[in-house]
């Protein structure tokens, strides 16, 4: 029991879920798009202002578990004021970490670390995955707001 | 609260059971999904196997007489078990999802002649359906032409007879209801539903599935043209079920699987079609999976249609008045007293995490949609966590369920 407290429901995990960062909707955003869960329902808007190949702001809205929330909230702090290769660069090994082909120490991730105990629950991974898949999908997209941005 | 069945000594006989999930013993609560199977099922398939296995009819060898003979025993005691008298038939499908998509495709695609439903008819199906009971009657709507009418439930998630007369008319050809809806534990009144849309003139379509753990339907006593139910939920195999009704109303199914067996003759252009239950049978059934089944009716009685009954049902009391004395947790369907199901949603907490968390606990929840999204959507709860009772469950489950649900609030919140 406190085996699963402690890999998946850590205290940071807990803290965000409880109080996401960056959550509501963005003004002037240049690039958006939605992650759906269609097995819980659940949905992540994640909004993006990029400006010279920077993500100048971010924000996210929906609903979700604990670990989407946290997860997306980690997110938002981890990307912002970033490049947007960062950003892919740092999606690529948090997927990684989180699908067995990379160690959690070898991945620099930061706070994101904690979140690294997903990995051993396969039917959560998608949960903590599915902000990131939004963001990856906001970045590859056109925005729908302005189009002043040239695909990453 | 004492155990109406004696669920330990139930339990030993299914071995599924018998396990520890992380490092506690399991509390198998998720039977709406599947139930397990006891020991005289997994035998019986099993002696199946081994002494008669061969595809049935036509084979003039011995097997293949012991294994056609196997497989329609195995359909007159699942025919027996449903009540059914002189007039009813029972065709074996995979389970309910298939036997669902038989008929609503059967009603509207022409097959050799015209499809019963045609532009301007209306089918009323219910909002408590699985999507197993939205989804094929959505395209079969859209195939003929047919108007989809939804029968709503009120905030509370029950169904309303006034509600349904108001939608009955002249038109009305099919009427699909659930006999217990899987995402909320609601019971509806299905006998006097189902009996409301006969009498207009509809057919009628009764997805029995989570009925058949506990409360078995009787097809004799009923306004049923159609009967879909799945084994893996009465304590039998997954992989075979079965569509049980009335003949004239069989007959009137185009077969949806077409192919060997289900045919009188056939020429260089066009098939005849055999008589029922052939007809509607197409290929080599899974005649284990029937066996089991009929194994699995046979366990059902030897224990006890009522007991089986009022345990799973006293289960379900136990557990939602427990979780509803829990701060912020509401029980769908707190009203429900004929269900083995209690679903719920939990202020701050989601379905997700609460499932994971009772896991650890080694108790096996389901958590989501339950295939119900317009359902749930409609109720305005999301997704929930549902827990469900058989007969091998207990008391102490229960117990153990309202407190691991209390702990995971805990770390959640």
């Not at chain 1, 240049?30 to 990029?50: F, K, S």
């Not at chain 1, 979700?64 to 990307?79: H, P, Q």
């Amino acid at each position: 029991m406190n085996d699963v407290a402690d890999d998946l429901y850590q205290e940071v995990v807990l803290e965000h879920k409880r109080a996401p960062r960056h959550f509501g909707q963005l003004a002037e955003a240049t690039h958006e798009a939605q992650g759906r869960n269609p097995q819980c329902g659940d949905q992540v808007r994640v909004q993006l202002r990029v400006h010279d190949g920077k993500v100048e702001d971010i924000g996210f809205s929906g609903q979700g578990c604990a670990i989407c929330i946290a997860s997306t909230s980690l997110m938002t702090e981890a990307v912002l004021g970033r490049e947007t290769g960062t950003a892919c660069a740092l999606q690529q090994r948090f997927r990684d970490v989180l699908t067995g082909q990379v160690d959690p120490e070898e991945a620099s991730l930061g706070k994101l670390v904690s979140l690294a105990g997903v990995r051993r629950y396969p039917s959560r991974i998608k949960c903590a995955l599915l902000g990131w898949h939004a963001l990856m999908h906001a970045l590859q997209q056109q925005g729908e707001a302005t189009t002043e941005e040239p695909k990453p | 609260m004492g155990d109406m069945l004696k669920p330990a000594a139930l339990a030993g006989r299914f071995p599924g059971l018998a396990q520890r999930v992380h490092d506690a013993p399991l509390a198998y609560l998720d039977n709406a999904a599947s139930t397990h199977m006891p020991r005289e099922v997994i035998d019986a398939m099993q002696a199946y196997e081994e002494r008669s296995r061969a595809n049935i009819h036509r084979g003039v060898h011995t097997l293949s007489q012991r294994s056609t003979d196997a497989f329609e025993q195995a359909r007159a005691r699942l025919k027996t078990f449903l009540g059914a008298d002189a007039s009813h038939e029972l065709v074996f499908t995979s389970g309910t999802t298939e036997s669902l998509n038989l008929v609503a495709h059967g009603l509207s695609d022409g097959g050799l002649g015209e499809a019963l439903l045609r532009p301007g008819d209306e089918i009323v199906v219910s909002l408590l359906e699985h999507h197993a009971n939205l989804v094929p009657w959505q395209l079969a709507a859209r195939r003929s032409g047919a108007r989809l009418l939804l029968l709503r439930p009120d905030a509370q998630g029950r169904l309303h007879a006034a509600d349904l007369a108001r939608l009955l008319g002249p038109r009305t050809r099919v009427f699909a209801l659930t006999a217990g809806a899987n995402a909320t534990g609601e019971r509806p009144p299905y006998e006097e539903l189902l009996a409301l849309a006969a009498e207009a003139g509809a057919l009628t379509v009764l997805d029995a599935a989570q009925a058949m753990s506990h409360e078995i339907p009787v097809l004799a006593q009923l306004s049923c043209d159609f009967l879909a139910f799945s084994g893996h939920k009465m304590y039998g195999p997954m992989g075979i079920g079965g569509l049980a009704g009335r003949r004239a109303a069989l007959e009137r199914l185009t077969p949806l699987r077409l192919g060997g067996d289900m045919v009188e003759s056939v020429s260089e252009t066009a098939p005849v079609f055999a008589g029922l239950p052939a007809r509607l049978e197409g290929g080599t059934p899974n005649v284990a999976g029937a066996v089991g089944l009929a194994a699995a009716a046979d366990f059902v009685d030897a224990v006890g249609r009522e007991r089986i009954d009022a345990h799973v049902r006293s289960l379900r009391a136990h557990a939602a008045a427990g979780l509803s004395a829990l701060d912020g947790i509401t029980v769908l369907s707190p009203h429900a007293e004929r269900s083995a199901i209690v679903s719920f949603v939990a202020r701050d907490a989601h379905p997700h995490d609460l499932g994971t968390l009772l896991d650890a606990h080694g108790i096996a929840v389901r958590t989501g949609h339950h295939c119900a999204q317009p359902l749930l959507d409609a109720l305005g709860t999301g997704p929930t966590t549902r827990a469900s009772f058989a007969v091998y469950n207990s008391h102490e489950e229960a117990e153990r369920l309202v407190d691991a649900v209390a702990s995971a609030l805990e770390i959640l919140r």
